[in-house]
Nanobody
Framework: QLKLVESGGGLVQAGGSVRLSCAAS????????MGWYRQAPGKQRELVAT???????NAAASVKGRFTVSRDNAKNTVYLKMNSLKPEDTAVYYC???????????WGQGTQVTVSS
């Protein structure tokens, strides 16, 4: 069973930066998308940013220009560099791996990011 393990969350001041990492154990087959979602207290989980296995990226309007998603296919790892953090970025951040046409769909356990004002 493939697992996604996130790291890099924590407490940061507004205006600061954090980098999240998510490593997939085991082999990943086929065209796929890795990415990040977040869920703040009392809110629904929302897309933050994704990147396909061929490098096509997508990001929510609220994070464009501040967050950058990238991946290292050789390491089966996806990253999220978050700059200019705001208190409203506070959430649990989840990593996700999706196969093409929903062939598979895995979630990480989540990592807390708290931005203090």
């Amino acid at each position: 069973q493939l697992k996604l393990v996130e790291s890099g969350g924590g407490l940061v001041q507004a205006g600061g930066s954090v980098r999240l990492s998510c490593a997939a154990s085991g082999s990943i087959f086929g065209i796929n998308t890795m990415g990040w979602y977040r869920q703040a207290p009392g809110k629904q989980r929302e897309l933050v940013a994704t990147i396909t296995s061929v490098g096509i990226t997508n990001a929510a309007a609220s994070v464009k220009g501040r967050f950058t998603v990238s991946r290292d296919n050789a390491k089966n790892t996806v990253y999220l560099k978050m700059n200019s953090l705001k208190p409203e970025d506070t959430a649990v951040y989840y990593c996700r791996l999706q196969g093409r046409l929903a062939a598979y769909d895995y979630w990480g356990q989540g990592t807390q990011v708290t931005v203090s004002s």
